[in-house]
């Protein structure tokens, strides 16, 4: 792809989503481009569909327009899917926008997709989809409102730009973006570092409760219903924890499990730098990045950590 613009010619409607339980990347990069078409294409009617965003995102221009179910009857002319390579990895209410859309876009950082839309601008290599959107729009026409969403996208998925996919060019847009009157400090405060009460005591459970493998490379921690319902929270409270399982001395790999509503665990992996958790996760059908992957199995915590920690050993 050249540019959003170039691919959305002649549209007149345009549906934009992005992966279920959507993060910091996915909503910055949706309601990103869905700002940027209500702002400098009024010939176009875009609408979002995504499941509801964590509370703390609620402040971005648009969050508010968010459509929870497919509550439109129409066919798009375009539908563009964001931060998600796998079409199966969209809300449900989303999939038949998708199917009878006239022409889709995937715009996606992942490693791991199925190219399954019309056009896959896929770029494993950024460090963010927020980033990859960035380059595909018109630097002039980018408003505080679009700003702020490609931000927030930017420090989810880098971790405040400290993660090995950082590169020179993520700062120069992290820095043009910030010259468009944003307030940096505020969103990643707000958005990344804050924690609510019962964030903090799942935090402190989750690492009380942890156990290592290998010689203290690997740790991990398991998260069920029963620890979220004493301390009234749920998965998306979980934020945060697997990194700081990763800061743990002498660690290579963590990992964090947590149930879902439908009895399958979430996976979520980290690594420092010896071993590609992309090729641990794609063994459960998962993926992502070498350093950051995930799945979801419908295994027993026990059963995950002992397949993951052969194939961690087999890297080390």
Do not use: W
């Not at 899917?81 to 009878?100: H, M, N, Q, T, W």
């Not at 601008?121 to 980018?142: A, G």
């Not at 405040?160 to 400090?185: C, H, P, W």
């Amino acid at each position: 792809m050249e540019s959003i613009a170039k691919e959305l010619e002649g549209a007149v409607t345009v549906g934009i989503t992005g992966h279920v339980r959507p993060d910091g990347d996915c909503t910055g990069s949706t309601l990103g481009l869905y700002n940027y078409i209500k702002e400098n294409m009024p010939q176009i009617e875009a609408d979002v569909y995504l499941e509801p965003v964590e509370e703390h995102f609620n402040f971005l221009a648009g969050a508010s327009d968010i459509h929870h179910k497919a509550d439109k009857k129409q066919r798009y002319d375009v539908f563009v899917v964001l931060d998600c390579g796998d079409a199966e990895r969209v809300a449900p209410f989303a999939k038949s926008y998708i199917a009878e859309a006239e022409k889709t876009i995937c715009i996606d950082h992942h490693m791991a997709g199925s190219s399954f839309a019309t056009v896959n601008h896929v770029m494993p290599k950024i460090s963010s989809v927020c980033e990859v959107l960035y380059e595909l729009l018109d630097e002039d026409k980018i408003s505080r409102n679009v700003a702020e969403c490609l931000y927030v996208g930017m420090i989810h998925d880098t971790g405040v730009f400290k993660y090995q996919s950082t590169t020179d060019r993520t700062m120069e847009i992290a820095g043009k973006l910030m010259n468009k009157g944003i307030d940096f400090t505020s969103i990643i405060d707000d958005t990344f570092f804050r924690k609510t009460y019962g964030q903090n005591l799942l935090l402190g459970r989750a690492l009380l409760e942890s156990k290592r493998l290998l010689d203290g490379k690997l740790i991990y921690s398991y998260v069920s219903f029963a620890i979220m319902d004493e301390l009234g929270v749920n998965g998306r409270d979980t934020s945060g924890i697997i990194d700081q399982l990763r800061f743990t001395e002498g660690v290579e790999v963590a990992v964090l499990m947590y149930d879902l509503p439908d009895g399958s665990i979430k996976t979520s992996l980290r690594s420092v730098r010896n071993v590609n958790v992309n090729d641990v996760a794609g063994n459960f059908g998962g993926g992502g990045h070498m350093r950051a992957a995930g799945f979801i199995s419908a295994k027993k915590p026990d059963e995950i950590m002992a397949m993951v920690s052969e194939y961690v050993a087999e890297q080390l």
